[in-house]
């Protein structure tokens, strides 16, 4: 008996505690097996990586292209805006000369600036195909409008004549 006593004494666990031992000894290495073989898997984390730089990068462009467009919003705005004083400022000028030129022309040449334009409306008329005639009608209704412009350019051109002429003769 004393033997059966002591052999009692040196086993600690039933079958079933045994079993269960044996049962989670035998997960505990399945998990243990399986990282193991998921860090020995170069190409998996490889891909995994190369999916997260992806994405990463895909993140960063969207991000970039975004600051871009607005960027690119806020130039054309600002282009915009300067084009719109640059044409302001323009006008009053050509208004402004416009005004100082027809104060200065006598009105013999303003007439004869207004009868040349209307010849020269009818000669290109006879000439020109559609789109032609369009845009004389259209520079001859801005030169009716605007007779002292046409006399400064006439006058222009005469003094251009002129020198051209006596430089000829100078020779």
Not at 129 to 155: I, K, M, N, Q
């Amino acid at each position: 008996m004393t033997d059966d006593h002591t052999h009692a004494d040196k086993d600690p666990a039933t079958p079933d505690e045994l079993r269960a031992q044996i049962e989670t000894t035998r997960d505990e290495l399945g998990r243990t097996v399986e990282a193991l073989a998921a860090k020995a898997d170069v190409k998996a984390r490889a891909q995994d990586k190369a999916a997260e730089l992806k994405a990463e990068t895909r993140d960063k462009a969207a991000e970039v292209k975004a600051g871009a467009q607005e960027k690119a919003a806020e130039l054309k705005a600002r282009a915009h805006d300067t084009a719109v004083e640059v044409k302001a400022g323009a006008q009053e000028k050509v208004s402004a000369v416009v005004h100082a030129a027809q104060d200065r022309i006598p009105e013999p040449v303003a007439r004869k600036a207004a009868s040349l334009t209307g010849a020269l409306e009818a000669g290109i008329r006879d000439v020109t195909p559609d789109r032609g005639r369009a845009e004389a009608s259209r520079a001859a209704e801005v030169a009716r409008r605007h007779p002292a412009l046409v006399a400064a350019g006439c006058a222009v051109l005469a003094y251009g004549l002129v020198r051209r002429y006596r430089g000829r003769q100078g020779r």
